[in-house]
């Protein structure tokens, strides 16, 4: 994070002189203490975070994708005169065990129309849905597998 920092600051500056290069250096390190002290940022998150880099790049797209395709089923159910809206609250249980999991999965769940996590607890979602179907699969699905392999 800190070299990265430093590389913006470098960057929106336009000019690289030894003013400009040591100020950067100094605010770079106000930063980065002042990320210790109120979020409890260390070295080691970075390493965490691009080990689940090429992870994450997999994540994107199937989000988009199922995104698209829940956009496409919400479609369906407005302009079909035949389907109805049947509302509901599910609750299923994941094993995903850390924040960030969770994190991850409900506001992904959010993101996908149709579907809303109303509240997630030790691993227990309950989702506010258009149809049930809309949330079967949940965590069958390669969204879920992906959250998985992310948290662990």
Known sequence: ??????????????????????????????????????????????????????LFLVFVPVLVFEIFRSNLAVMRLILSPKKRVHKSLVVFDTDLHTRFGQFLLANSITLT????????????FTVHCLNREMIEGITDGLLYRLVRKMEA
């Open 1 to 54: 994070m800190y070299l990265l920092l430093f590389c913006l600051w470098l960057i929106w500056n336009g000019a690289v002189t030894w003013e400009i290069v040591l100020f950067g250096l100094a605010i770079t390190a106000a930063l980065g203490i002042l990320s210790w002290l109120l979020f409890g940022y260390t070295p080691k998150k970075d390493l965490q975070f691009l080990k689940r880099l090429p």
């Open 113 to 124: 129309p149709g579907t809303i996590t109303v509240r997630v607890e030790n691993g227990r």
